[in-house]
């Protein structure tokens, strides 16, 4: 309750009859880089206004450092935007862009001027102060928008999805450098993105959206290792997702059958799946190809034919039929890309450890 | 302060709708009231003015009217379209000034091109041409640079490697203008000739100029009524031509639905 | 192009073909140059002539400069303009950013409603206005049975009447360009400045205001320049002792019947217009530069 700076309660928005946002509840401490992650049109930037002033919820309340913000207009409510698209004001220089907050403050000159230039300091901007947003490359006016946010000092810093303009060296860059801004500053950092790569490198929490709903809300490592549904197993990293019609346990011991196969699968015992399991997820690297040596020790192991090799690089991304329909598909090093060509026969072994269970 | 605001903003937009809208709803009102006097009880409402349009001191400066807007309108229509194809589809050199010359009558106002040709039919000894004539020379000058403007908008939209896959597929250069080019350019080419009517119709301006006794548009036996009276037969007038030319726009635009211009029709 | 043609056999092929591109706009050309560039061209000659013996006089210019009836007419076409174009842009404004904003249905209606009466043409709406303001009009039968005033307010056939008949007529033109200039400023811009503390007031005064002025601009112009070259309206709101240069010209030709002086007016009226428009179209690049828009 002390160090809550950020509070959804059940908050819900539609337009007529369509939900946009359905029932959303998230607390946000001091301090935490928070990602909203989620396909295109899952209400992201909805939350987002919401949370700005924006746009009023149709249910539910706001929160910020314990007020409901009801009735609050965005310019009272001490909060940072960054704009996708930057939204810098073109008739005014950098400077002056950064400065527009304190102006609206009425701080006097000299702390303005101060501050203008710790801010633009931070993002690295210094001597281009008295250029215009249009004489800025895209990453200079991301700086700009980024120190503009920050220098009025709000609490909490929205940005939605402002790095998706950048190439993906600089986008890169960002990543780190947005980290390392938000730790300097100690401030909530709210950022939306459906990249889930910037989500997992930069938060502290990634909160997984779907539909208007959260899926999941995890630390990122939770979030890749433990998806809790198919819908965030599939959204995040790549997995191979395999319907499960029966769960049987015998002692310890949990067995899995892939639905219309024959195929049954250990499944570890460490693992409390639930045992109405609907889907069952396999990481493509923990799948691994076995050319005639030893199997690991109880892992479970297939037979099947490479159908696919797609060269990714570092890595081939191999798809192996195993059943009739049943495809599963493995990551290995591009050094064996000598030893695997399409249509060779291949055994495949999955740790039971590496399975989960899902049950939606 | 940001309620105030708002509340005096919306309190501007209502006051700015009700001047745009208060004319019109006045004139309705006067051409069905019975006397001069106006009124807005539709109880007292009568039909009577309307009745008193049928008769040749209204009917023949209308069908005059529209005789030469329909005229102005077919001929700006090809004039235009051949000038925007010569502009925008061959760019011929120097199609730049080409065009301004095309534009060039819009920065004249009204009044000075008709008293421009008014002057040059005097001076020149063609007094004959006054009338219906002259009144379609001046109103196609009139209206010629926006028909053009228009058809050669929608050439400039056109997606050019539409014309390159016919020309690939065997079609001349006559085919291609027949089958690809006018279709896509329709709607530009029934939007230019639409407001080609219109403009012509409603004139003011060069039809006082250049029309003679027996020779008479709509709008000018209007007016020239106007200095008397303020008749409510007027105002039936006024509203039965807004209703043709309502009418109008929407045969123009089951014919070529230029509509589907603004929903990309012509891509 | 410029390579081939130098002396090449396909040189002749090629200048044929140039040349059939221009044959379309025989036509086209033919009309404009026979009742537009040679009536202008008459005009002006005609200009130069003394009305009675048709000599070359510098007459008319003369009178027109030191009359003092018609200067006091183009001075009262300047003042008449520049009221309807500020009343134009300060109207049209609210509907302009209103319909650049809205995503509501009612955004639909007001744009009909904003350009419709443009359909109706000048006629009805000058003839609703005369109705509305005449002596014994609409608004004082109301007036003086409110018992508010005791005799008719001149409300028609002065400068008042005819700047609400022409603010009426421009208004659409001055909404068009205002929208355009409005829809051009990102809405995210405005939320920025809203974000960062700005009341609605800041917003209009340090973002709004400054992004739209290219676009008052050219609504201010457009005004200005339709007002002052409009003919129907000043003639039938204005009346008798209300006279611009547009109802003075066609007093010349009808009345009076002095050709070389509406020639020598109808030349004022459009020098006049023209200077302003590339006046004013500098005016517009020199703030588009400034603004970085
Ligand atoms: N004004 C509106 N009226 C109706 N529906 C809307 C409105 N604004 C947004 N929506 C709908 O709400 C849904 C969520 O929109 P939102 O912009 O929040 O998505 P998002 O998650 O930010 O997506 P993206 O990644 O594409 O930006 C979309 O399906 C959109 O169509
Ligand atoms: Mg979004």
Redesign the pocket.
């Known amino acids: 309750m002390s160090d809550i700076d950020i509070e959804l309660i059940s908050v819900r928005?539609t337009?007529?009859n369509?939900l946009?946002?359905g029932d959303i509840s998230l607390s946000i401490p001091k301090g935490e880089f928070v990602s909203?992650l989620?396909?295109?049109?899952?209400?992201?930037?909805?939350?987002?206004?919401m949370i700005a002033g924006f746009?009023q919820p149709t249910g539910g309340e706001i929160r910020i450092r314990g007020r409901n913000q009801a009735g609050v207009p965005p310019e009272k409510r001490n909060i940072g935007l960054v704009f996708?698209n930057y939204a810098l004001f073109p008739h005014m220089t950098v400077a002056e862009n950064v400065a527009f907050g304190l102006r609206m403050k009425g701080a006097p000159r000299a702390e303005i001027d101060q501050t203008v230039n710790t801010a633009l300091k931070s993002v690295h901007l210094e001597g281009f102060e008295a250029h215009y947003p249009k004489e800025l490359s895209g990453g200079q006016q991301q700086r700009t928008a980024l120190a503009r946010a920050i220098a009025p000092r709000p609490s909490v810093l929205l940005l939605?999805?402002p790095l998706s303009n950048l190439d993906l060296k600089l986008r890169e860059a960002m990543r780190v450098e947005l980290k390392e801004i938000q730790q300097q500053l100690a401030m909530t950092f709210v950022y939306?993105t459906?990249d889930q790569e910037e989500a997992m490198a930069m938060s502290d929490r990634v909160v997984v959206?779907s539909g208007?709903v959260i899926a999941q809300e995890d630390k990122p490592e939770n979030i890749y290792n433990a998806p809790r549904t198919s819908f965030v197993a599939d959204f995040i990293g790549k997995s191979n997702i395999l319907p499960v019609s029966a769960v049987r346990a015998t002692g310890d011991q949990r067995e899995i059958t892939i639905n219309h196969s024959n195929i049954s699968l250990a499944v570890g015992s460490d693992q409390a799946g639930p045992p109405a399991a609907r889907f069952c997820c396999i990481r493509p690297e923990d799948v691994r190809i076995i050319g005639g040596e030893a199997f690991a020790e109880g892992a479970n192991v297939l037979d099947g034919t490479i159908s696919k090799i797609v060269n990714l690089g570092a890595h081939l991304d191999l798809w192996v039929t195993v059943d009739r329909d049943i495809t599963i598909k493995a990551l290995v090093r591009s050094s064996r890309s000598d030893q695997l060509k399409t249509g060779n026969h291949v055994s495949i072994s999955i740790a039971p450890a590496a399975i989960r269970l899902l049950h939606e | 302060m940001n309620r105030l605001l708002s509340g005096l903003f919306w309190i501007s937009l209502c006051l700015i709708l009700a001047f745009i809208t208060l004319p019109l709803l006045v004139v309705v009102a006067a051409s069905l009231s019975p006397s001069s006097m106006v009124t807005f009880s539709p109880a007292d409402w009568t039909m009577k003015w309307y009745a008193a349009l049928w008769a040749s001191k209204w009917l023949d400066p209308f069908i005059l009217s529209v005789k030469i807007a329909v005229i102005v309108s077919l001929v700006s229509g090809v004039l235009g379209a051949l000038g925007a194809y010569a502009v925008a589809y061959e760019k011929c050199p120097g199609s730049e000034a080409i065009m301004a010359f095309l534009l060039s009558p819009l920065a004249v106002p009204q009044i000075v091109k008709g008293v421009a040709i008014v002057l040059f039919l005097s001076s020149a000894g063609l007094y004959t041409l006054l009338g219906t004539p002259g009144l379609i020379a001046g109103h196609i000058v009139l209206t010629l640079p926006f028909a053009a403007r228009m058809i050669a908008t929608s050439i400039y939209n056109f997606d050019k490697n539409l014309d390159r896959a016919a020309q690939i597929l065997g079609a001349s250069k006559w085919q291609r203008v027949r089958h690809i080019l006018l279709p896509l350019i329709k709607p530009g080419l029934f939007s230019g000739m639409t407001f080609a009517f219109i403009i012509s119709f409603n004139n003011i301006p060069l039809s006082v100029f250049l029309v003679r006794p027996g020779q008479t548009t709509l709008p000018i036996t209007v007016i020239n009524y106007m200095e008397y009276s303020l008749d409510p037969v007027l105002a039936a007038v006024n509203v039965a031509s807004l209703i043709f030319i309502l009418t109008t726009i929407f045969l123009f635009e089951k014919l070529g639905g230029f509509s589907a211009q603004i929903h990309g029709g012509s891509k | 192009m410029t390579i081939v043609a130098t002396d090449s056999p396909a040189a002749p092929a090629l200048r044929r073909f140039a040349l059939r591109g221009y044959v379309p706009l025989f036509p086209p050309f033919a009309v404009l140059l026979l009742f537009f560039a040679v009536p202008i061209g008459m005009m002006i000659g005609i200009s130069f002539q003394d009305p009675k013996t048709a000599q070359f006089s510098l007459g008319s210019y003369q009178r027109f400069l030191t009359d003092g009836l018609i200067i006091a007419g183009l001075f009262r076409t300047i003042l008449m303009s520049g009221l309807v174009a500020i009343c134009v842009t300060v109207m049209a404004y609210p509907v302009a950013y209103f319909l650049a904003r809205s995503?509501s249905r009612w955004r639909a209606i007001v744009f009909a409603l904003a350009i419709a009466p443009e359909l109706a043409g000048v006629v009805l709406r000058t003839y609703g206005w005369l109705i509305i303001l005449e002596d014994r009009g609409f608004v004082n039968d109301a007036l003086i049975w409110l018992g508010l005033v005791s005799s008719p307010l001149p409300l028609a056939k002065n400068l008042f009447g005819v700047v609400v008949g022409l603010t009426h007529v421009v208004l659409p033109f001055g909404i068009l360009a205002l929208l355009t200039s409005i829809q051009g400023i990102d809405p995210n811009i405005e939320k920025a400045a809203q974000i960062l503390g700005a009341s609605r007031l800041s917003v209009i005064r340090h973002i709004l205001l400054p992004l739209s002025i290219p676009g008052t601009v050219s609504s201010l112009l457009i005004s200005f320049t339709m007002a002052a070259s409009a003919y129907a309206t000043p003639a039938l709101l204005g009346g008798a002792r209300f006279k611009v240069l547009a109802t003075m010209i066609s007093e010349q030709i009808m009345f009076y019947i002095n050709w070389p002086m509406a020639a020598v007016m109808a030349i004022v009226l459009l020098v006049l217009m023209l200077a302003i428009t590339f006046a004013g179209g500098r005016v517009e690049t020199r703030l588009h530069k400034k603004l970085n828009v």
């Open positions: 928005k337009y007529g369509a946009v946002v909203l989620g396909p295109s049109g899952c209400g992201k930037t909805t939350t987002l206004n746009q996708q939605d999805e939306v459906h959206m208007g | 995503t």
